[in-house]
């Protein structure tokens, strides 16, 4: 079946410095990737949607330019958290759908310290 | 807007016991159903899916769920629980923009 593969699975960065995430679909090209912060004990929240070749479409409140997302291929997209701050610190998932189907990523948790 | 409910933020089940999750959602459509389950560490696994036909859509596991369009339902059912069913369990809708609606989640504790 469909994979999609994120890396890391775990990350501890300092306050003030960037991380990058990255999702890649394994067996099939996905023009389109879901990325999702997931708070303790709460659902998933849409951060933006990414789109191969073009700008992501981000969700209201959430800042295009602390979390940049770079689409520049079928198999991969990209989610650099910059100038990270402890409450930055969150499990992000990606996602990208196959024939009307959403697979998710492994997530990464991430925590500023 | 659309929305989803799952109005049970944990529920504890003896092993082997029955199963039921609840989930309404509020669509001016039917909209196309989804159940994900989620495990310590891991990402989120498709259990099931509703997009039409029978209402009563079988799924991995073992899992089972029911759309009910006179009650805006989707409850996912499973007869008897494993202590690896321990796990948080997303109900999701999809809108028309093709964008999953989540609920808040329902934590599944298994008693031995």
């Known amino acids: 079946g469909a994979v999609v593969s994120q890396h890391p699975s775990w990350v501890i960065c300092k306050s003030g410095t960037s991380v990058k995430i990255e999702c890649r679909s394994l067996?099939?090209?996905?023009?389109?990737m879901f990325w999702y912060r997931q708070f303790p004990k709460q659902s998933l929240m849409l951060m933006a949607t990414s789109n191969e070749g073009s700008k992501a479409t981000y969700e209201q409140g959430v800042e295009k330019d602390k979390f940049l997302i770079n689409h520049a291929s079928l198999t991969l997209s990209t989610l650099t958290v910059t100038s990270a701050h402890p409450e930055d610190s969150s499990f992000y998932i990606c996602?990208?759908?196959?024939?009307?189907?959403?697979?998710f990523g492994q997530g990464t948790r991430l925590t500023v310290v | 807007a659309q929305s989803v409910t799952q109005p049970d933020i944990h529920i504890t089940v003896s092993e082997g016991a029955s199963l039921e999750l609840r989930c309404n959602y509020s669509?001016?459509?039917?909209?196309?159903l989804f159940w994900y389950v989620q495990s310590p560490g891991q990402g989120l696994q498709l259990l099931l899916k509703?997009?039409?036909?029978d209402t009563l859509v079988q799924g991995i596991k073992g899992f089972e769920a029911e759309f009910k369009r006179s009650q805006s339902s989707f409850n996912l059912r499973k007869p008897s629980v494993h202590w690896s069913d321990a796990a948080e369990y997303f109900c999701a809708p999809e809108d028309s923009n093709y964008q999953l609606i989540w609920g808040a989640g329902t934590k599944l504790i298994i008693k031995p």
């Open positions: 996602s990208a759908r196959r024939e009307g189907e959403a697979f």
């Open positions: 067996d099939f090209q996905a023009t389109t």
């Open positions: 509703y997009f039409s036909g």
């Open positions: 669509y001016g459509a039917t909209p196309y």
